[in-house]
C-alpha cells in the first residue's frame, strides 16, 4: 500500500507542469472522446455542404444546357426568317411593289453631276 501512494504521490509531482486532467484518466478519455466526436460532427457538416454545393452546381449545369438548347432554337427560327421567300412577303406587307424591268443607263465616260447654283 506504501508503494501506491508513493507511485501516485510520484506521478503527481511528475505531472505538475502538464494540465490537471492529463493524469486522470477518466478525463483525459472524456476529452478524447469529445475531441473524436466534434471532429466527426465537422466532417459530417463538411461532406453535406459539399454535398449541397454539388446539387447546385448540377442545377446550373442543367440551367446551361437549357439555355444553349433555347439558343441554338432561336438561331434556327431567325434563318427561318431570313429566307427569300419570308423577306418578300415582309416588303409587300409594307408596301413596297415588285420590279417587273430594269433599265441599265451607259453613262459616257467622265460624266459627272454639276451643282447648279
Known amino acids: 500500500?506504501?508503494?501506491?501512494?508513493y507511485n501516485q504521490r510520484t506521478a503527481q509531482t511528475a505531472l505538475s507542469g502538464?494540465?490537471?486532467?492529463f493524469?486522470?484518466?477518466?478525463?483525459?478519455?472524456i476529452v478524447i472522446f469529445a475531441a473524436v466526436v466534434s471532429l466527426f460532427v465537422g466532417y459530417?457538416?463538411?461532406n453535406n455542404q459539399?454535398?449541397?454545393?454539388?446539387?447546385?452546381?448540377?442545377?446550373?449545369e442543367r440551367r446551361i444546357a437549357d439555355?444553349?438548347?433555347?439558343?441554338?432554337?432561336?438561331?434556327?427560327?431567325i434563318l427561318g426568317r431570313q429566307t427569300m421567300g419570308n423577306i418578300e412577303s415582309q416588303v409587300?406587307?409594307?408596301?413596297?411593289?415588285?420590279?417587273?424591268?430594269?433599265?441599265?443607263?451607259?453613262?459616257?465616260?467622265g460624266a459627272?453631276?454639276?451643282?447648279?447654283?
Open 112 to 117: 459627272v453631276a454639276l451643282n447648279s447654283q
Open 23 to 29: 493524469g486522470n484518466f477518466r478525463v483525459m478519455n
Open 92 to 109: 409587300l406587307e409594307l408596301g413596297f411593289v415588285p420590279v417587273s424591268k430594269v433599265e441599265y443607263l451607259n453613262g459616257a465616260a
Open 1 to 5: 500500500m506504501t508503494d501506491h501512494r
Open 50 to 60: 459539399s454535398a449541397a454545393y454539388g446539387f447546385r452546381l448540377g442545377a446550373i
Open 67 to 77: 439555355l444553349e438548347e433555347q439558343r441554338k432554337r432561336l438561331d434556327f427560327e
Open 18 to 21: 502538464w494540465p490537471f486532467w
Open 44 to 46: 459530417l457538416a463538411l
